[in-house]
């Protein structure tokens, strides 16, 4: 059974910095693939943010956030960062935590989800 646990969400200002984590159990790290972040805001579709491989060589971000986010592994740990920077209003949302993310469609999905942290930012 694999658990994804976020946490690191809550309220700042716009141009601020939060730094999300996201711990991994059920399986060897090596299992989760692909991991990655998707967010969701009041009254709209969730959408991917950003996204690692395994060895961490290859990251991916929606056009949003590039510039501004950062992802991050350590697989020692069994840990997935996400560093957001200069903050907008427009990124409030809940924040998910994704393992063995995929491509199909034309868009990111993942096969595990976890239960989502808080991101305000307040203009």
């Known amino acids: 059974q694999v658990q994804l646990v976020e946490s690191g969400g809550g309220l700042v200002q716009a141009g601020g910095s939060l730094r999300l984590s996201c711990a991994a159990s059920?399986?060897?790290?090596?299992?989760?693939?692909?991991m990655g972040w998707f967010r969701q805001a009041p009254g709209k579709e969730r959408e991917f943010v950003a996204g690692i491989s395994w060895s961490g060589g290859n990251t991916y971000f929606a056009d949003s956030v590039k510039g501004r986010y950062t992802i991050s592994r350590d697989n020692a740990k069994n840990t997935v960062f996400l560093q957001m920077n200069s903050l907008k209003p427009e990124d409030t949302a809940v924040y998910y935590c994704?393992?063995?993310?995929?491509?199909?469609?034309?868009?990111?999905?993942?096969?595990?989800w976890g239960q989502g942290t808080q991101v305000t930012v307040s203009s």
């Open positions: 059920g399986r060897t790290f090596g299992s989760y693939g692909m």
């Open positions: 994704a393992s063995n993310l995929y491509r199909g469609g034309g868009t990111w999905n993942a096969s595990y």
